[in-house]
């Protein structure tokens, strides 16, 4: 079993920045894949950003590319997501999830097994 919980969410103004953290506990290690999820009130929840367990390959979605960044440091079991530049677009509960390592990074809801219980992101215009 792999426990995980974030932090870092709040309320913040357009054009600024916010990091998020994920801290890991139980069976983790280098061999799970994390990744970044988001969901908007109404919608359904969406992939943001993933990172094998080297912390070496990172994928992101498109519309997010060169705005957020993850990284990870497995001393400390945990995973981060730096945002900036936020938009109100932005504005989610923000969730962090791992899986055991694939070949490849997923991206799809169903390709994790464990999940935190969310960090609210709210950006002002």
């Known amino acids: 079993q792999v426990q995980l919980v974030e932090s870092g969410g709040g309320l913040v103004q357009a054009g600024d920045s916010l990091r998020l953290s994920c801290a890991a506990s139980?069976?983790?290690?280098?061999?799970?894949?994390m990744a970044w999820f988001r969901q908007a009130p109404g919608k359904e929840r969406e992939f943001v950003a993933a990172i094998r367990g080297s912390g070496r390959s990172t994928y992101y979605a498109d519309p997010l590319k060169g705005r957020f960044t993850t990284s990870r440091d497995n001393a400390k079991n945990t995973v981060y997501l730096q945002m900036n530049s936020l938009k109100p677009e932005d504005t989610a509960v923000y969730y962090c999830a791992a899986t055991p390592e694939k070949l490849y990074l997923g991206t799809r809801v169903w390709e994790y097994d464990y999940w935190g219980q969310g960090t609210q992101v709210t950006v002002s215009s």
């Open positions: 139980g069976r983790t290690s280098s061999n799970y894949a």
